[in-house]
T-cell receptor
Framework: DSGVTQTPKHLITATGQRVTLRCSPR?????VYWYQQSLDQGLQFLIQ???????AKGNILERFSAQQFPDLHSELNLSSLELGDSALYFC?????????????????FGEGSWLTVV | GNSVTQMEGPVTLSEEAFLTINCTYT??????LFWYVQYPGEGLQLLLK?????DKGSNKGFEATYRKETTSFHLEKGSVQVSDSAVYFC????????????FGSGTQLTVLP
């Protein structure tokens, strides 16, 4: 158990709908990351938050948005869903935003939320 | 930008065989390197890591050495078990102000009894 909690574990929804995925980071972790794992794209970094602020953006679509709340949990909102959005969405967390080269901050992953768009 | 190249799978081995999964990377600065494992139907688990050149990460009989001169981080295990069947991902964590993991494409390992 990594300590990162994601809900729901599985979700089936129709095209055009909107869903929210929730993530609770490990206790004490300030940084939260979202990743998408799909068959054709592999593991893609979506977005990173640190202590409530957005810090880095990856291949995140404009239909997707995220936020990190004062209690450090995060939500990923996916709207106007398309069939191609079907994927496993991972949340991950780490203690700090930056560390020195030798400290090797580790990122821990949750078990993921399986989204199926039909 | 940063990138990770992993050996193509799938890899099928017999129990007790020697395993090598190759991983090379391209990065600026001094990244940290990781191997993650994904068992069937589960999430990503950290397997091992190395934070600087010549570091060796090890866990559960798996080992990988951070080779800066060859920009490699190959995963090895001397004797695989059926329970090692999973997808293995090599990843690097960039240094700098916005740290994010860049993953390789993953290598599917199947170990037969």
């Amino acid at each position: 158990d990594s300590g990162v909690t994601q809900t729901p574990k599985h979700l089936i929804t129709a095209t055009g709908q909107r869903v929210t995925l929730r993530c609770s980071p490990r206790s004490g972790d300030l940084s939260v990351y979202w990743y998408q794992q799909s068959l054709d794209q592999g593991l893609q970094f979506l977005i990173q938050y640190y202590n409530g602020e957005e810090r880095a953006k990856g291949n995140i679509l404009e239909r997707f948005s995220a936020q990190q709340f004062p209690d450090l949990h995060s939500e990923l909102n996916l709207s106007s869903l398309e069939l191609g959005d079907s994927a496993l969405y991972f949340c991950a967390s780490s203690v700090a935003l930056t560390t020195g080269a030798s400290s090797g901050n580790t990122i821990y992953f949750g078990e993921g939320s399986w989204l199926t768009v039909v | 930008g940063n990138s990770v190249t992993q050996m193509e799978g799938p890899v099928t081995l017999s129990e007790e065989a020697f395993l090598t999964i190759n991983c090379t990377y391209t990065a600026t600065g001094y990244p940290s390197l990781f191997w993650y494992v994904q068992y069937p139907g589960e999430g990503l688990q950290l397997l091992l890591k190395a934070t600087k050149a010549d570091d060796k990460g090890s866990n559960k009989g798996f080992e990988a050495t951070y080779r800066k001169e060859t920009t490699s981080f190959h995963l090895e295990k001397g004797s695989v078990q059926v329970s090692d069947s999973a997808v293995y991902f090599c990843a690097l964590l960039s240094s700098g102000s916005a740290r994010q993991l860049t993953f390789g494409s993953g290598t599917q390992l199947t170990v037969l009894p």
